[in-house]
């Protein structure tokens, strides 16, 4: 008879409580971005679908606490909602300390229009990210 291993205990967390006194580098924001830059070009259910995603994740906002009922998110949107939330607050806080650098770009409001017009379509945007991306500089 093999003697059995007991599980491993393992941290758990409130979600209720909050970390506090934390401190941490911009370069954590574009990090965060691109992950769910990512996450989102790649969603499982289309482009096409994302609006109807950020719809549940607005249905607590300004809300109090008991006003607040639990989101029916799967697990590919709670991840979404964990990063996108996530780099909202860190933007938020640099906003707040003054560490945000103002961004100058020669994109126009045509070529976002057409790039969401590709994303309804669930054309690869890939090329036309890498342009973009490319038409945007930090202004000092």
């Known amino acids: 008879m093999s003697k059995q291993k ?7 967390y409130d979600f209720n409580d909050n970390i506090k006194g934390i401190e941490l580098s911009t370069a954590y924001i574009p990090g965060l971005q691109r992950i769910l830059t990512d996450k989102l070009l790649n969603f499982s259910e289309g482009t096409a679908k994302l609006p109807d995603m950020f719809k549940k994740f607005e249905q607590n906002i300004d809300k109090t606490e008991e006003e607040k009922t639990p989101l029916s998110l799967t697990v590919e949107e709670a991840d979404i909602y964990t990063l996108f939330s996530l780099a909202q607050l860190l933007k938020y806080l640099a906003n707040e300390q003054g560490l945000a650098k103002k961004t100058e770009t020669t994109a126009t409001i045509e070529e976002l229009k057409e790039l969401m017009t590709m994303m309804e379509k669930q054309e690869d945007i890939t ?14």
Not at 6 to 12: A, F, G, N
Not at 129 to 140: A, E, G, M, R, T
């Open 6 to 12: 007991p599980l491993q205990t393992v941290d758990t």
């Open 127 to 140: 090329e036309k990210l890498k342009d973009l991306q490319d038409k945007i500089k930090i202004v000092n």
